[in-house]
């Protein structure tokens, strides 16, 4: 039992919360790749539940901090993963398309709120500090990134997540 649920699930255990949520959850798919600072793999995890997507994969680290979830984590399918290839062997053959979110202008990104998405989408988030390995980029059937017109060069993988699943939402939640 937690006390940063809902009303609703204020007395139901967390294996309760999850079969509830289980029900209606999007096909939304976040995958972390090498994510340095393991608080933002907590943050992001937190949005994942706010946005009610699928699941995680967290790639490269097995562990992570949990506090930044505020005790979501007990309520998402939360998977992890020696490389990205591993992730797409299992997600690709279930028809996901993988978008890669990084702010690399070389690789000619579209902009996160004019790119084509699908419904089975799995967004794919890199390191701080190095964002995506080549691997994952090429791995990805695209990029996009999030724009931004301040002075900050990018936002952290939690940040940028809930850009992202916020987006998505938009789009097939309505």
């Keep these: 039992m937690s006390n940063n649920v809902i009303d609703r699930y204020k007395m139901w255990t967390a294996a309760e919360v999850r079969a509830d949520l289980d ?39 097995r562990r992570y901090d949990t506090r930044g979830a505020r005790g979501v984590n007990h309520y998402e399918h939360i998977f992890h993963a020696d490389t990205i290839q591993e992730v797409f062997d299992k997600l690709a053959p279930l028809g996901y398309e993988f978008i890669a979110i990084d702010n690399i202008m070389e690789c000619n990104p579209q902009n996160i709120w004019d790119i084509d998405m699908q419904k089975k989408t799995a967004f794919v988030f890199g390191s701080e ?3 995506l390995s080549q691997e994952a980029i090429d791995i990805c059937d695209r990029m996009a990134y999030i724009k931004q017109d301040g002075s900050v060069r990018s936002m952290n993988v939690a940040c940028a997540a809930s850009c992202v699943l916020a987006e998505y939402t938009r789009r097939f939640r309505g």
Excluded: M, P, Q, T
């Design 23 to 61: 029900e209606n959850r999007s096909d939304a798919v976040c995958i972390f790749e090498n994510v340095g600072y393991n608080i933002n793999i907590s943050c992001a995890i937190r949005s994942l539940n706010a946005f009610l997507g699928k699941e995680c994969y967290i790639v490269g680290r």
């Design 129 to 131: 500090s190095e964002g």
